[in-house]
């Protein structure tokens, strides 16, 4: 089989490090190039190749993209974050190989928490209720104010008392209910089917998912409310739906990331392989795995990349200087 060669965007996060990881295990062919905002971090060890590139929202983001697709070869970009998702979908044509991301309009929708909550109203898909702060007259029993378009469970303030403080352009106040929390990762075909899901249990520790358990008591719910996302939006690929399951076990969504999500080094070892997925469709043109989940538990460890003999970060750019994790 030919070798072929994919961008991982984002890989100083564990989303991006994860998808480089999952690459190398599904045993294809496939050269890995990195790139990030910042020059290292520790995922430069696991790249055959990385570029420092500007944040998605500058207006140079996509022609570096573009660049780097050239000089490289690259066949596939798969994103990691979600503006990078977002910019490009919207300059999709002009980045000169396949992108691993939703169509524009879903991206979009997605990229922004009250437009989601906007979305499902209009499509009837369950959603926690959610007004704009200026609109908010203490009609939730329990609330929380987050930046509409944050990530990482950065910026919530819970049952705040002052709402003066928060502008509609950048927060919004969401119902809060309590119970487990999961978080649902499903993929869907290019021919817009669900192909698959599987819903974990989590404890989360600085926004990530630091321990987790497969659960398949809400499969059912969980199933019909992905049916209705995927027909009301042009989702395509890996998508992450993050709920509440009440003691009533009633599913409440409160986000969704329209991307390959944090726990997908986790997951493959479940039976849910959305990145191989993601490359047999996009790469190579062909049918995705059938998903076979089973039990399981996990929790996430710190480990060191160990740099023998070197005195500086300044070229450590990629796996070709020696290193070992320790």
Same mark, same amino acid.
């Given at each position: 089989?030919?070798? $072929?060669?994919?961008?991982?965007?984002?890989?100083?996060? #564990?989303?991006?490090?994860?998808?480089?990881? #999952?690459?190398?295990?599904?045993?294809? /062919?496939?050269?890995?190039?990195?790139?990030?905002?910042?020059?290292?971090? =520790?995922?430069?060890?696991?790249?055959?190749?990385?570029?420092?590139?500007?944040?998605?929202?500058?207006?140079?983001?996509?022609?570096?993209?573009?660049?780097?697709?050239? $000089?490289?070869?690259?066949?596939?970009?798969?994103?990691?974050?979600?503006?990078?998702?977002?910019?490009? =979908?919207?300059?999709? =044509?002009?980045?000169?190989?396949?992108?691993?991301?939703?169509?524009?309009?879903?991206?979009?929708?997605?990229?922004?928490?009250?437009?989601?909550?906007?979305?499902?109203?209009?499509?009837?898909?369950?959603?926690?209720? =959610?007004?704009?702060?200026?609109?908010?007259?203490?009609?939730?029993?329990?609330?929380?104010? $987050?930046? $509409?378009?944050?990530?990482?469970?950065? @910026?919530? +303030?819970?049952?705040?008392?002052?709402?003066?403080?928060?502008?509609?352009?950048?927060?919004?106040?969401?119902?809060?209910?309590?119970?487990?929390?999961?978080?649902?990762?499903?993929?869907?075909?290019?021919?817009?089917?669900? +192909?698959?899901?599987?819903?974990?249990?989590?404890?989360?520790?600085?926004?990530?998912?630091?321990?987790?358990?497969? &659960?398949?008591?809400?499969?059912?719910?969980?199933?019909?409310?992905?049916?209705?996302?995927?027909?009301?939006?042009?989702?395509?690929?890996?998508?992450?739906?993050?709920?509440?399951?009440?003691?009533?076990?009633?599913?409440?969504?409160?986000? &969704?990331?329209?991307?390959?999500?944090?726990?997908?080094?986790?997951?493959?070892?479940?039976? *849910?392989?959305?990145?191989?997925?993601?490359?047999?469709? *996009?790469?190579?043109?062909?049918?995705?795995?059938?998903?076979?989940?089973?039990? @399981?538990?996990?929790?996430?460890?710190?480990?060191?990349?160990?740099?023998?003999?070197?005195?500086? *970060?300044?070229?450590?750019?990629?796996?070709?200087? /020696?290193? *070992?994790?320790?």
């Amino acid at each position: 089989m030919e070798t $072929k060669t994919v961008l991982v965007t984002g890989i100083g996060g #564990n989303v991006g490090q994860g998808i480089v990881r #999952n690459i190398r295990a599904t045993g294809f /062919p496939i050269r890995v190039v990195g790139c990030n905002i910042t020059p290292f971090s =520790a995922g430069n060890y696991l790249v055959d190749a990385f570029h420092t590139v500007p944040y998605a929202f500058d207006a140079d983001y996509t022609a570096q993209i573009a660049a780097i697709v050239a $000089k490289e070869g690259i066949d596939l970009v798969i994103p990691s974050t979600d503006y990078e998702v977002y910019y490009l =979908a919207l300059h999709r =044509a002009g980045i000169g190989c396949p992108v691993a991301a939703s169509e524009v309009e879903a991206a979009g929708i997605y990229l922004d928490k009250f437009k989601t909550f906007q979305h499902h109203q209009r499509h009837g898909i369950a959603f926690a209720d =959610a007004v704009l702060p200026s609109q908010y007259q203490g009609q939730y029993a329990e609330c929380i104010a $987050k930046p $509409k378009a944050g990530r990482g469970s950065r @910026g919530l +303030h819970f049952n705040p008392t002052d709402f003066t403080r928060f502008s509609d352009d950048e927060y919004m106040v969401q119902e809060l209910h309590r119970g487990e929390e999961i978080t649902t990762a499903f993929y869907v075909t290019c021919e817009r089917k669900l +192909h698959g899901f599987i819903t974990l249990g989590r404890t989360l520790e600085n926004g990530t998912t630091n321990s987790c358990k497969v &659960v398949t008591d809400y499969d059912e719910s969980v199933r019909q409310i992905l049916e209705q996302m995927i027909a009301a939006s042009p989702i395509v690929g890996a998508a992450n739906l993050q709920s509440i399951a009440t003691k009533e076990g009633r599913i409440v969504p409160f986000e &969704v990331n329209c991307r390959i999500s944090g726990t997908n080094s986790i997951r493959s070892n479940f039976g *849910f392989a959305d990145v191989k997925y993601t490359v047999q469709e *996009f790469l190579y043109g062909q049918a995705p795995d059938v998903p076979h989940i089973r039990p @399981g538990v996990a929790v996430r460890i710190l480990l060191d990349v160990i740099y023998p003999d070197q005195t500086s *970060f300044d070229q450590l750019s990629d796996n070709s200087t /020696p290193h *070992f994790i320790f």
